[in-house]
């Protein structure tokens, strides 16, 4: 209904107080953004944000109006999922993954939803690997495929479907045999974590040429010969220019990295997302060979603690594109 979308777009501004950003999260343009807010505040007389020099604010009416539209958007979601037959469960459902894990992991992963349920709207987004959990707390999302961090943000829970390990890789005319570098590093993540330590335990500070957000495009640099990059294997065997790319062999090598299905704890009870949480099955790929019990921490324990968090109460809903059932 174009309503709840007028009130999910105004509630994602109100909590990030940046047209730019709510414009590029919710995928509208600036001037369909400002249309929206400009027609909200024509037809409740007054307006909803003061904007000036110093940015964007919430008015005194911004503020009531946010919480009626917290209120509307629960009250049409528990209308809509009070006993619904799953057989014929509609609504849509945001997804987030990286670019590598929509081609090697999703497609096994989500058959099972699409074919019991083929009337949902899966709504894919991808991004920065770095940012898919923070995505996923904020409400962004409903369900990201991630890297699963020892511990995971409070309230939220994964279950393990891929495990790779992580793979030092340089361009092949650009032999890094005693891994000198320098070094094309993801700017932030579970992976630069993990590189870090390794560079730690080998007692050496790396010579850093780049630091860009997203593994793929990590793997891009490392081709034009920038430097010898860290990612996890399943990137590298998926990358577009895996040909221009040669592995280094390391010692010590670099840990091992779960993949996981995370969702938050809360919404094991809504119908769309019990239903892919009961459906969901580890893809058939040799990334699943390692066992948990290689993993650093508590990652795989993660999902077995997930079977039993269904009791939870509701989390504040996804503002830019939630699952409504």
Known sequence: ??????????????????FGRTSLDCHVSPATLTRTVQRLEA??????????????????????????????????RAYREEHPDPAELTGRLAVFATVTACQAL???????????????????????????????????VDVAVAGIPARLPEGLVSRTVAVTDL????????????????FVLPHRGLVREAADRWFRARGTVPDVACEPDGHEGLLTLVALGCGTGVVPRLV???????????????????EHFAIGLCVRRSDLRRPLVAALWSLTVPPDTPYLTLTC???????????????AATSAPSSSPAWCGPATT
């Open 293 to 307: 019990s290689t993993l650093r921490g508590n990652a795989c324990e993660s999902s077995s603690s997930a079977e």
């Open 106 to 140: 999703l497609p096994d992963l989500l058959a099972p939803f699409r074919a019991a349920h083929p009337q949902v709207r899966l709504d894919l987004r991808t991004g920065d690997a770095a940012a898919a959990l923070a995505r996923l707390d904020e409400g962004e």
């Open 167 to 182: 793979v030092l890789a340089t361009a092949r005319d650009r032999p890094d045999p005693d891994l000198e570098g320098p």
């Open 43 to 76: 037809g409740l007389g007054h307006r909803l944000f003061d904007r000036g020099p110093r940015g964007v604010s919430l008015t005194a009416q911004g503020h009531r109006f946010r919480a009626y539209a917290v209120q509307a958007l629960e009250l049409w």
């Open 236 to 254: 590298l065997d998926h990358s577009a220019v895996r040909e221009r790319l040669s592995e280094v062999p390391a010692d010590p090598r670099p």
């Open 1 to 18: 209904m174009d309503d709840h979308r007028e009130l999910r777009l105004f509630l994602h501004l109100a909590q990030t107080l940046n």
